[in-house]
């Protein structure tokens, strides 16, 4: 399921220009606050007009200014998950999930909240009421009552963004599986660069109202993250070391060892590796505490404006990978094209599942 965008939307003095087209799956609106993230899914979802343009998903025009069309928000089938949660606190949870029922185009809904139950992991809290529930707790909910509503596309405007650092390890795992299982097109608002890594399919990259890149996640993601850069590396979950509390990935640039993810065996997970946590080598190094060493060969050295650092862009058997070197390092190791080298990196640098 596709959804196409091309917006113009002037709330002075910020002006919205976005146009782009993303593939079923998960769209992460990437870019930093004020980038007008927020304002084109309030477009989406009805919550704005946009001065000029133009919304359809699946083919369903939801916006069309020249055509005179604005399908009001409760009839576009979409489902909304806020920062905050917005449950009732009168209602228990299983009344806050059947609530979605109400907007939905079929009378389906109570027979799918055993399946919506199951996918979220909230069997246990259908009787308890919000004020009981834990932050992660709280968005699953939310999660699950905009499923039950049927939608044809589903909004999160930044939906961890409240969330401490545990509670959002606990909730990741389950947008993924609403991702994968959920067969409902996701566009995931966020300025979190790991986030992103994890979760997208395509990533649309925001900065001043413009939309300044559009694509796959490995592709675009190393490009949207201009103050550190870094790669995405897809990879398996090859084996866990349990006496040292690793685990071991499987990727195209070789073997990496991370700290223990609770992933089973053959579990597909990425590992965002910024550009300041890869260091080079001209040779394969010994005696270092660095648990991953990844052969690879230069592809560019591109220089900062102050001419203080390099950003050196690698390919690793097909993987791409950057390090951030100060200028001094890349003269003193004669770097260039072509050039092989060996990339170190520590197993905490990684942004992982």
């Given amino acids: 399921m596709s959804l196409e965008v091309d917006v113009d939307h002037v709330r002075d003095p910020f002006r919205l220009a976005a146009r782009f087209t993303s593939a079923p799956g998960l769209t992460a609106l990437f870019g930093r606050s004020g980038s007008g993230k927020t304002t084109l899914v309030d477009i989406v979802g009805g919550l704005i007009r946009p001065d000029r343009g133009r919304v359809a998903v699946d083919g ?55 399946s919506v139950v199951e996918l979220l992991g909230i069997g246990a809290l259908l009787d308890r009421p919000p004020g009981s529930l834990s932050g992660g707790e709280t968005q699953r909910v939310a999660i699950g009552r905009a499923l039950l509503a049927h939608p044809r596309l589903l909004l999160m405007d930044e939906p961890l963004a409240s969330l401490d ?137 591109v220089a900062s404006p102050n001419g203080a650092h390099a950003d050196v862009r690698l390919d690793c058997n097909g993987a791409t990978l950057m390090a951030r070197l100060t200028v001094k390092s890349v003269q003193r190791l004669d770097l260039a094209p072509d050039r092989p080298v060996f990339a170190v990196i520590k197993s905490v640098s990684f942004e992982r599942n």
């Fill in 60 to 114: 369903h025009v939801l916006v069309d200014t020249e055509r005179g069309v604005f399908v009001p928000k409760h009839r576009r089938r979409i489902g909304y998950v806020f920062q905050d949660s917005r449950l009732f606190p009168h209602l228990s949870v299983r009344k806050n999930l059947l609530y979605g029922r109400r907007f939905a185009t079929s009378s389906g809904a109570a027979d799918d909240l055993p």
């Fill in 165 to 301: 650092e545990a509670r959002r390890a606990e909730i990741l795992p389950y947008i993924e599986r609403l991702r994968d299982e959920a067969g409902v097109p996701i566009v995931y608002v966020s300025h979190s660069v790991a986030e992103v890594a994890r979760l997208a399919t395509t990533v649309v990259v925001l900065s001043e109202g413009k939309v300044t890149a559009v694509g796959p996640v490995l592709d675009i993601l190393p490009l949207a993250d201009t103050d550190d850069g870094g790669g995405v590396l897809d990879a398996t979950v090859a084996r866990h070391d349990e006496p040292f509390h690793l685990t071991v990935l499987a990727s195209a640039a070789g073997e990496l060892q991370v700290p223990r993810l609770t992933a089973a065996v053959g579990t597909h997970v990425r590992a965002y590796i910024r550009a300041r946590d890869v260091m080079l080598s001209l040779r394969p190094p010994e005696d270092i505490s660095a648990l991953n060493v990844l052969p690879g060969r230069v592809v560019t050295i």
